[in-house]
């Protein structure tokens, strides 16, 4: 050990000794320091499943344990668990938890269930719990700290003889971050621990890639279908048309990791991280513009879907089959009103039934943008048509992670299944959307939505030819005034 080292670790002991900890509290636990099991059972009145007890045992034996499992499986249960056992065991440590989706796992679950499970305990627990920490019995250094994973960073200065660290969704969590995490560990002289818990995700970035080294890495994987928390999970799934053989139904539940295939339009690994995320300046996307993207269907199995986006963000997919056309203007006019003021832009596909719906809105003084999907694009020599270009636009705001869906996997597995090719002309083209129903047994509505609303629709000329023969010009010119838009149209 180098003088530099030895001289930080002593000052790491001294900090620690320096906490004065009375030896009531640091001997009170002492039994279940090497037996989490027993800890969640004796003092935290749980039963748990045997995978989770498999789990909770190798995290006290082995320093990097990486868990992959389904839906439903208990893994905030057990990143809980392991902040309290932890905390209580090992006098003066401190954890660490990070998550790709904050605010929300962080925040809102991990330390919600680790309030829950102090609250239940057989005996008062010594912790204070709070938003996104808790410190044992007032001691600030002696704590679980949760740390956004948005920059490497925010890690620094995270030191302790005793350190343990939680990646939670770990599969969404840049490799720099594990990096930095690798030098904080390194600086516990007495004990490191790193765990990292996650759902599948592509077979791609640092969390697959310690399933491919179980020569370094405690391994455990866990299907939904083997879960008692997961009841009928599986065939929810399988009800919504996401079979064995789909990318969303291998993660999901079956717990393994996904490979794009050739021709897909958006890559996996850009959905996933697009799955809940977290932008650096929410203001942005509440004072931005609400764009309302509308792909109509009339009876049949095809559903109606309207995506709502703000800014980069898709804030809600509603959907719903079976309404003719006056029953489906009536339902998107109700979606409209229900944002407010100032209305928000529609942006609705004209080709076939879509033609009377947009019609009918435009009657009700809705001001909405038709867009005929299968018209020329404004780049002929690129793309075959304005779907293809609007798909490729897309994929871009994917790539450079300009985009937040909600966790739905439904909407997940058609935007991974959306497809391209090339025509003779060496020009892109997507799949038809009949072709991609043959494929997938059911039509990507929701992914043809939700493209319509993240759309910038300045190139969606159609709109105004349409506008300016309808006869209800004038409403919509007042609207147009209303909001900055003063040309003079044609009535």
Known sequence: MSGKLERYASEMLLRAQRL???????????????DPVRFAGRVLNLELADYQRRFLEDVAKHER??????????????????????LLTRPGCRCVITSATFERQVGRVIFAKVRTLVAGASEALPIDVYATRCEVSSHPEWSCEGVPSSRPENFAGFHAPWM?????????IESAVFTELQGVLASAVKESRLVMLSTAGPATGYFYQAFERPELWRLHRTPSTESPYAKGFAERMLEDRLGPDDPV??????????????????????IQAAVDREFDDPEKDEKAAIVLGVDVARFGEDRTVVAVARGGRIVEVKAWRGLDTMATAARVSSEINACGFPPPRVLADEIGVGGGVVDRLMQLEHY??????????????????LRAEIGWKIRAQFERGEVAIPEDPGLVSELAALR???DARGRIKLEAKAEAKARLGRSPDAADAVMLALWDSAGARSSEPLIRRHRLAEPVR???????????MAT
């Open 65 to 86: 344990c990486a868990w992959v499992a389904g839906h439903s499986t208990g893994k905030t249960l057990c990143a809980a668990v392991l902040v309290i056992w932890y």
């Open 478 to 488: 007042r609207w147009r005034e209303m909001y900055g838009r003063t040309e003079v």
């Open 368 to 385: 909405v943008e038709p867009v005929n999907v299968g018209a020329a694009s404004s780049k002929p020599a690129t793309f075959t048509n």
């Open 20 to 34: 004065e900890i009375p030896v009531d509290l640091a001997e009170r636990f002492a039994d279940y320091r090497d």
């Open 249 to 270: 139904y291998r993660m999901r539940v079956l717990a393994e990791f996904a490979s794009d295939v050739e021709g897909q339009l958006i890559p996996l690994q850009a």
């Open 420 to 422: 391209y090719t090339y």
């Open 164 to 172: 343990l660290t939680i990646a939670d969704e770990a599969k969404a």
